[in-house]
């Protein structure tokens, strides 16, 4: 029978999060009690307010944070060769202890009396749209995913204006699509699916779902290896066919390589063996509509878009998720 793993010595740990309120504080507060249940008597934890884009995976790839959360977890492998925003600034360095697994997706969805179903559509017909989505200015990470697709739809910031349409940009996703709702803006481009906002919009308004063709699909994970999904037909009112556009899943949890081992063993047990106090916040919600994915599957969990620390992995292995 495997004993609880403790550390004898006290722990001072800080955890980069959200805003505040959001799902990845409340990853961040599930570890510190957990880790701090079995770590000395005088083990301390802070947890910093972040955004979940770059800022976050900066703060822990400079030490200025011993863990952070970022999301879409793909977005993180950028940053090992410094490719895209982490130009100039690469970490090599940044390992991961888990993943905790959310299904989402970047969607654009459009007015349908406006008449545009592609994004053929929307080059040929050069239709002013008020775009609701959040700013691409080197933290964000939905920003940044839009301009960039935008850009290889043919549609660059500077062509779609020159139209005069415009974006109307707010950080986070419920003010976008209240934008949306309330007539604001005529499209939103954003993630976070499964919340009650999105199928609130949805519901209130005809959308017309817009789907990223193949080929910039194919130059993003090429790229940036950004991988593609599918939403299915009927997850939104309106939503008739499968959509094929970016996946935006998962909360990724970084550290860097010089973490102590048994301090990441230690974090990664807690990830995988007390993953039933982080699912029970959750389980008032369907699964299909949780922000996060229920239930929580440590061998899923394991599958990391970066290396895992040796001290996490040690932990996978041990006990067969890896």
């Given at each position: 029978?495997?004993?609880?793993?403790?550390?004898?010595?006290?722990?001072?740990?800080?955890?980069?999060?959200?805003?505040?309120?959001?799902?990845?504080?409340?990853?961040?507060?599930?570890?510190?009690?957990?880790?701090?249940?079995?770590?000395?008597?005088?083990?301390?934890?802070?947890?910093?307010?972040?955004?979940?884009?770059?800022?976050?995976?900066?703060?822990?790839?400079?030490?200025?944070?011993?863990?952070?959360?970022?999301?879409?977890?793909?977005?993180?492998?950028?940053?090992?060769?410094?490719?895209?925003?982490?130009?100039?600034?690469?970490?090599?360095?940044?390992?991961?202890?888990?993943?905790v697994p959310q299904t989402d997706r970047l969607v654009l969805a459009v007015s349908a009396e406006i008449g545009i179903h592609s994004f053929a559509d929307l080059?040929?017909?050069?239709?002013?749209?008020?775009?609701?989505?959040?700013?691409?200015?080197?933290?964000?990470?939905?920003?940044?995913?839009?301009?960039?697709?935008?850009?290889?739809?043919?549609?660059?910031?500077?062509?779609?204006?020159?139209?005069?349409?415009?974006y109307v940009e707010d950080e986070r996703p419920l003010p976008c699509l209240s934008h949306a709702r309330e007539g604001r803006a005529n499209a939103v481009f954003h993630e976070a699916i499964m919340t009650s906002w999105w199928q609130d919009l949805a519901n209130s308004r005809a959308l017309t779902f817009i789907p990223i063709e193949a080929t910039v699909l194919d130059q993003l994970e090429r790229e940036y290896h950004w991988p593609r999904a599918v939403l299915p037909a009927g997850y939104f009112r309106g939503l008739?066919?499968?959509?094929?556009?970016?996946?935006?899943?998962?909360?990724?949890?970084?550290?860097?390589?010089?973490?102590?081992?048994?301090?990441?063993?230690?974090?990664?047990?807690?990830?995988?063996?007390t993953r039933a106090a982080l699912e029970a916040q959750y389980r008032h919600i369907p699964p299909e509509r949780s922000p996060v994915t229920y239930p929580l599957d440590p061998a899923k969990m394991a599958r990391t878009p970066i290396p895992l620390h040796p001290g996490a992995a040690h932990y996978y292995s041990e006990y067969g998720y890896l």
């Open positions: 029978m495997r004993t609880t793993p403790r550390l004898n010595r006290s722990l001072t740990l800080h955890l980069y999060g959200d805003w505040g309120q959001a799902n990845l504080h409340r990853v961040c507060g599930w570890l510190a009690q957990e880790i701090g249940d079995r770590s000395g008597p005088h083990s301390r934890f802070a947890i910093w307010n972040g955004r979940g884009g770059t800022d976050a995976v900066r703060a822990v790839g400079r030490g200025q944070v011993d863990v952070a959360l970022a999301t879409p977890a793909a977005f993180v492998t950028m940053a090992l060769d410094g490719r895209g925003p982490y130009a100039g600034e690469a970490f090599p360095e940044l390992r991961a202890l888990g993943s080059r040929e017909q050069r239709v002013p749209l008020r775009i609701a989505t959040s700013p691409d200015d080197g933290v964000n990470h939905i920003g940044l995913a839009v301009q960039r697709i935008m850009a290889l739809e043919g549609i660059s910031r500077a062509t779609f204006e020159s139209w005069g349409g415009s008739d066919v499968p959509l094929e556009t970016l996946d935006f899943s998962d909360f990724l949890v970084t550290v860097r390589a010089d973490m102590p081992e048994d301090v990441a063993y230690l974090l990664a047990w807690c990830i995988g063996e």
